[in-house]
């Protein structure tokens, strides 16, 4: 287990080195080119940063999630964020004017309002439950892509591909600029959910058991989601819907160390970037166009999560 691990942790670390050198314009040649210089700094390293980073994020996020809401299911998606940021983006793209952070920001702003009336949707007699939480994010999210799909009928040709492409996400837009906008909110969140990654596994026990061990449900669950939300709404701004990473990592990663999120958050953080890495690279070298990575992403996930519901027959470990 231990050796597991420990490659786990340090597969990033191998696997950037490689995937910076592929592509089709080779930069290592020595020494080196104006251009190659140029696709090294300016290009390649962005966007593996980034894509690492959102990796990371939206992979931390959906463990943290599963385990405070004690649901295999559940993922950022669930709580109607990525239907929120995809409406904000839609948004700002047909009717807003074009500047480089208002993108970003608006798909922000709107994931975490999303996020934010699907808690306030779930507030019963001052108290919310899990299932209240991902009712109501199935809710939201529901009239989010009611509302996606009013900005889409009334676009232009040529900005309803933008809305649709920025949809599907990918890391062709990746820039110093983008990795700066989304590095503070991934500066706040990140830190918080690998501190109180031991309280997961108290709240992953059940509600009776985790009162009796003296948590404080309420203010950990609150903590958890707006750490996540934070996280996943800053990668989403910037990089478009990833879909699958946040509920197919932690599955991974449980079923090669185990349930305990003092090493599961860590490692599904490691996996997460390394899987997504190596997506990216194969999104932009398979073929003479990029394919958008949430494509990549669910052909490789989906055949993997019928073997799991097969394997574990339904249940959850």
Known sequence: MRLKYFL????????IPIVLGIGRYSIWSF????????????????RILLCA????????????????????????????????????????MVV????????????????????SIACLAARIHGEFSTITIILGGVIVGAVFTALLSMIQLIADPYRLAGVVFWALGGFHRASWQSFFICAPGLIIGLPVLFSIRWRLNVL????????????NLKRDRLIVIISSTIVCASVIAV??????????????????????????????????????????????????????????TTLIAAPYFIYLLKKVGGGWR
Not at 8 to 15: A, M
Not at 60 to 77: C, I, Y
Not at 99 to 109: G, K, R, T
Request: charged share 10%; hydrophobic share 55%; glycine share 8%.
């Open 8 to 15: 786990i942790l340090i597969s990033p670390i191998l696997i």
């Open 31 to 46: 020494p080196l080119t104006d251009t190659a210089w140029h696709i090294l700094f300016n290009i390649r390293i962005p």
């Open 204 to 215: 992953s026990m059940g509600d009776e058991e985790a009162k009796l061990l003296g948590a």
């Open 53 to 92: 980073l959102a990796g990371i994020a939206l992979s931390v996020a959906g463990t943290s999630l599963q385990a405070t809401l004690r649901n295999p299911l559940v993922s950022p998606s669930i709580l109607g964020l990525s239907q929120g940021a995809a409406f904000g983006a839609a948004l700002a």
């Open 96 to 115: 807003l004017p074009y500047h480089p952070y208002i993108l970003p920001i608006v798909a922000f702003v709107f994931g975490f309002l999303a996020v």
């Open 239 to 296: 990089t478009g819907i990833i879909g699958w990473i946040g509920l197919i990592i932690p599955h991974m990663t449980r079923s090669l160390i185990g349930p305990d999120n003092k090493y599961l958050i860590p490692a599904s953080a490691a996996f997460g970037a390394s899987f997504l890495l190596i997506t990216d690279t194969l999104c932009r070298t398979l073929f003479t166009f990029e394919m958008p990575i949430s494509v990549v």
